[in-house]
């Protein structure tokens, strides 16, 4: 069952030669039996996935079923779900049960959806391995010595083991897209606005967003389909209508035009990465696109715009873990002032202590206009170089990360080495566009991906595009061995 994608499944639920509790069952007797190397979950929720599982089948039966229903899942631990643990990784909320339900997952519970659990990730999302999570770090099931990618590792390892069908990823600076190139996944982060926020926890709230991830663009439109839509309980949601995601997959890449950004082919990347996305050049070009080099001049200022940037909004939104109404608190407090001091100091790990300090030093009153102002104006330098570029081409083709996953450990010690993997992605947030990350090939038994940006709301074209390369390629349908 768990070799079928989401769409497959989808079918195989509809035509009632499955049932979604059997599948839910499958799934957990995997996790049970498979996640122990892995970590892909912080919390499996058995009882209520069966519950749901077992609605679903009598909605199906009654014939109000839509594609989503029956069909295990399982969401990132950084989506509020009423009456669970909601940690983001961190021992801060370790003890946190949500009080409430965020849109997105609601909209999941609408369709009828199983919720398996929570996924791994980075501490608050902040780190590009899952290896800054108080539960330990995920590994790739391509190769359990590496890393899955972050901060939606748990995520990403969870879909490539089979673990779950399908899941949700939140990206700010990549978080959806690195995963999804390390472990040979497609994933998709919309444009800013596009899916709701509300209910999912702040990093960094101008550069967030929520997205799915699976095995296939097919499958990423049927996920989308559910999550994308307006929110009046987010300021930024936006009000724009939502198209069938599925009902052009198959349209025609005849005269669709590809730019290469020159930038991103540059020193630095790994040259087996580069060959399979010359690979994928041609076969875009047998799929009749056009291909032609670009150039986003400003894209070397991204990684020290997106590291003031991100960290100034994260402490921020941090500072509402003082230890009062929710998440951890120290024992025996002082006064009120130990008690927000220790309960922050022993609550948060170390990569978020970095970022808090980061930020609050950039935005503090002297250096404000020399670190944030300007890192804003990097942020719109780099915005008009999509304007621009896209005034040439209609997509851009690039890597998702400079080279395939690392070792576990291998960066953790030294975080500028650790901030430079993103060098790909975090452009795509910084201009608010969408990206659409998926896999171009393997070397050395691990996955390289790739990713393709678009105009905003282009996420209907990006997955019509990756859809269409998955038909003429089999990187999609390859599993890791084991499982
Ligand atoms: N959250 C993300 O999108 C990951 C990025 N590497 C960060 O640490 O900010």
Known sequence: MHEKTLAELSQALQNKTLSSVELTQHYLKRIEQLDGSLNSYITVTAESALEQAAAADARIAAGNAGPLTGIPLAHKDLFCTQGQRTSCGSKMLDNFISPYESTVT???????????????????????????????????PWDTDRVPGGSSGGSAAAVA???????????????????????????LKPTYGRVSRWGMVAYASSLDQGGPMARTAEDCALMLQV??????????????????????????????????????????????TSDAISAAVKQFQALGAEVREISLPNAELAIPAYYVIAPAEASSNLSRFDGVRFGYRCDHPADLTDLY????????????????????????????????????????????????????????????????????????????????????????????????????GFANGLPLGMQLLGPYFSEARLLNIAHQYQQVTDWHQRAPAGY
């Open 227 to 272: 999550m994308a839509g307006f929110d009046a309980k987010d300021s930024t949601s936006v009000e724009q209508p939502v198209p069938d995601y599925s009902a052009s997959l198959s349209d025609s890449l005849k005269g669709l035009r590809i730019g290469l950004p020159k930038e991103y082919f540059a020193a630095g990347l790994d040259a087996a």
């Open 161 to 187: 083991g089979r673990l779950c069908v399908a899941a949700t990823g939140t990206d700010t600076g990549g978080s959806i897209r690195q995963p999804a190139g390390f472990t040979a996944l497609t994933g």
């Open 341 to 440: 001091k220790r309960s922050r100091a022993e609550g948060f790990g170390a990569e978020v202590k970095r970022r808090i300090m980061v930020g609050t030093y950039a935005l503090s009153a002297g250096y404000y206009d020399a670190y944030y102002l300007k890192a804003q104006k990097i942020r719109r330098l780099i915005k008009n170089d999509f304007m621009a570029a896209y005034e040439q081409v209609d997509v851009i083709l690039c890597p998702t990360s400079p080279t395939p996953a690392f070792k576990i450990g291998e960066k953790i010690d030294d975080p500028v080495s650790l901030y430079l993997t993103d060098i790909y992605t975090i452009t795509a947030n910084l201009a608010g566009v969408p990206g659409i990350a998926l896999p171009a």
């Open 106 to 140: 609601q909209r999941f519970l609408d369709a009828g959806a199983v919720s398996l659990g929570k996924t791994n990730l980075d501490e608050f999302a902040m780190g590009s391995s899952t290896e800054s999570s108080f539960y330990g770090p995920t590994r790739n």
